[in-house]
T-cell receptor, first 114, second 114 residues
């Protein structure tokens, strides 16, 4: 079974430029998460999807961040415009529905804003 | 609201010595608890989880954890560590109906000294 696939692995952009990250979850997983991980910190939830519905986006900075999960499968996370403070690792995870199910993580996208 | 506190940001241990990584959680309802490991430049991998039943949970790579409801703790232990255990370890909680999603602690860096 293929794991959670994220691309790109690394991205370097200049501030004020747009950037997008892509995530392909494990087949059959209805729940999809985007997390932000700063250096030396634990992952912090940005948004959680149940199928195509965003059920928790309270921590997503909506002035510059957006996300979509069309057809309830792949997802993209976009930042426009990027700021220096957005430099971090962006992790995608997926799981089957239910609170007691394991979340599987992708390898993450390391974003550097210069 | 749920939260996780990992009491040690860094734990140095000699190879073949035992180790305990501490985790305390806060939640007003029933919880499910997880430990994840993150190797450098990798995503998170599940070590073990507590859902219900026996409070002593065994995971991969010789790790185990004990759920203590009265002390709201879920400490991770290994009787004898190896160099390959050097990594970042994250405790995580999801509570009740899962409305708040999966919340992580800030992580503990386990450093194995030869």
């Amino acid at each position: 079974e293929a794991g959670v696939v994220q691309s790109p692995r690394y991205k370097i952009i200049e501030k004020k430029q747009p950037v997008a990250f892509w995530c392909n979850p494990i087949s059959g997983h209805n729940t999809l998460y985007w997390y932000l991980q700063n250096l030396g910190q634990g992952p912090e939830l940005l948004i959680r999807y149940e199928n195509e519905e965003a059920v928790d986006d309270s921590q997503l900075p909506k002035d510059r961040f957006s996300a979509e999960r069309l057809k309830g499968v792949d997802s993209t996370l976009k930042i426009q415009p990027a700021e220096l403070g957005d430099s971090a690792v962006y992790l995608c995870a997926s799981s089957r529905s239910g609170v007691n199910t394991e979340a599987f993580f992708g390898q993450g996208t390391r974003l550097t804003v210069v | 609201a749920q939260s996780v506190t990992q009491l040690d940001s860094q734990v140095p241990v000699f190879e073949e010595a035992p180790v305990e990584l501490r985790c305390n959680y806060s939640s007003s309802v029933s919880v499910y608890l997880f430990w994840y490991v993150q190797y450098p430049n990798q995503g998170l991998q599940l070590l073990l989880k507590y859902l219900s039943g026996s409070t002593l949970v065994k995971g991969i790579n010789g790790f185990e954890a004990e759920f203590n409801k009265s002390q709201t703790s879920f400490h991770l232990r290994k009787p004898s560590v190896h160099i390959s255990d050097t990594a970042e370890y994250f405790c995580a909680v999801i509570s009740g109906g899962g409305a708040d999603g999966l919340t992580f602690g800030k992580g503990t860096h386990l450093i194995i000294q030869p």
